[in-house]
């Protein structure tokens, strides 16, 4: 049996991020975004940047209008299938991609930082931007980790195991502690008035009732859901390391979320979900330190995830309330009323966010 071990873990030990196209640094994120495309695409770019101003001024569609709608549908669905992904503004290119320094010999911080390109919401729509970029780099440690979980699973090495756990837990922390900058940069009106509306996406939207046409490509409307948190591939990789264990409704959705996601991401967390549970190690192992360091992370995660359901309450729900008590004093145009308590990737956001935070609270080992 011991040989039998030894061989298995040679085979699977070769666990490294690089094979996923996953950053040490950055975990998840690109870690150098392109600025600019060559000179080809300008009249792309030059709309792309001057977004804010054009949809302000309701002169976007003035400007499309001098390319034939196929012009843009059939190259945007064409990129989109090379990239592996739908041909909709997705987490990945709104927040993963879609940064830069202001000086590039400063700090990773908020305010050496700019989205590359934006869309109306003016600084609150750079502070929804930037601070979910930093979630994600404040993921990058616990996904380094992740190795290193699988690594003290099958030499096993409990002391490895228990450490990259450690890490895993403080990026966990990291992660929420970050994610209270919101309150700093981004103004509830706004997010909920202006900011959430582009990222609606046409399914489940009233608006677009049978998805929207992609001339050239498809003669029947494409349905897409809008960009949404869901899409990160941080989370979903945590859930799976831990083995956590969703409702199927919610599982339905995240798996769908999947589809989102930049495929070398998919594969990472297929290949996590193809090795030995974690948590069944844990417990077959008996050991009282290794099940606490377990339990942090699930902890940690389910604390993630309460705030998570704090701040939808004060942006959504809670702006939402406030839209319709106040209109006449809104600085922000009414959003669609279907907003209100779905969110942008059509979930029902509050249940969905209670229930994937109640599945994840019954990881957690008593012994």
Not at 105 to 128: D, K, T, V, W, Y
Not at 230 to 254: K, N, P, V
Not at 308 to 318: E, F, L, P
Request: proline letters at 8%; charged letters at 20%.
């Amino acid at each position: 049996m011991m040989e039998v071990n030894t061989e298995c873990t040679k085979e699977q030990l070769p666990f490294i991020l690089r094979r996923f196209h996953i950053s040490e640094d950055y975990g998840f994120l690109l870690p150098n975004p392109l600025k600019d495309l060559p000179p080809f695409y300008s009249p792309w770019m030059e709309i792309a940047h001057s977004l804010p101003h054009l949809i302000e001024n309701h002169q976007l569609r003035s400007q499309v209008n001098k390319v034939l709608p196929q012009n843009l549908a059939i190259p945007f669905v064409e990129i989109s299938r090379v990239l592996g992904l739908p041909p909709i503004l997705v987490h990945a290119d709104f927040v993963l991609v879609n940064w830069k320094k202001r000086n590039p010999c400063g700090p990773l911080e908020i305010e050496n930082l700019e989205p590359i390109i934006c869309l109306p919401g003016g600084a609150s729509l750079r502070g929804f931007i930037l601070v979910t970029f930093l979630v994600e780099k404040a993921a990058a440690p616990g996904i380094k980790a992740v190795p290193q979980v699988v690594n003290g699973m099958l030499q096993p090495d409990n002391r490895i195991l228990e450490e990259a756990l450690q890490d895993v837990a403080s990026s966990l922390r990291d992660m929420a502690r970050v994610l209270k900058k919101m309150h700093d940069y981004v103004d509830p009106a706004i997010f909920y008035g202006v900011i959430r509306i582009f990222f609606s996406g046409w399914k489940d939207n009233p608006a677009l009732p049978e998805g929207l046409i992609y001339e050239g490509i498809s003669d029947k409307p494409l349905v897409y859901s809008g960009a949404s948190a869901a899409q990160s591939t941080t989370l979903h990789t945590f859930d799976e390391l831990l083995g956590i264990q969703h409702c199927r409704e919610s599982t339905t959705f995240l798996h769908r979320m999947r589809e989102y996601m930049p495929p070398h991401h998919q594969a990472f967390i297929e290949e996590i979900q193809s090795l030995p549970p974690l948590r069944s190690h844990v417990l077959s192992s008996g050991k009282e330190k290794l099940c606490s360091a377990y339990n942090v992370c699930v902890e940690a995660l389910s604390d993630l995830r309460t705030y998570h359901i704090a701040m939808v309450t004060k942006y959504i729900i809670s702006a939402a309330r406030n839209a319709k008590a106040k209109p006449s004093e809104s600085t922000s145009p009414n959003p669609p009323s279907f907003l209100e308590e779905k969110g942008t990737g059509g979930s029902g956001v509050l249940s969905f966010l209670k229930s994937v935070r109640n599945t994840t609270k019954e990881a957690i080992i008593t012994f």
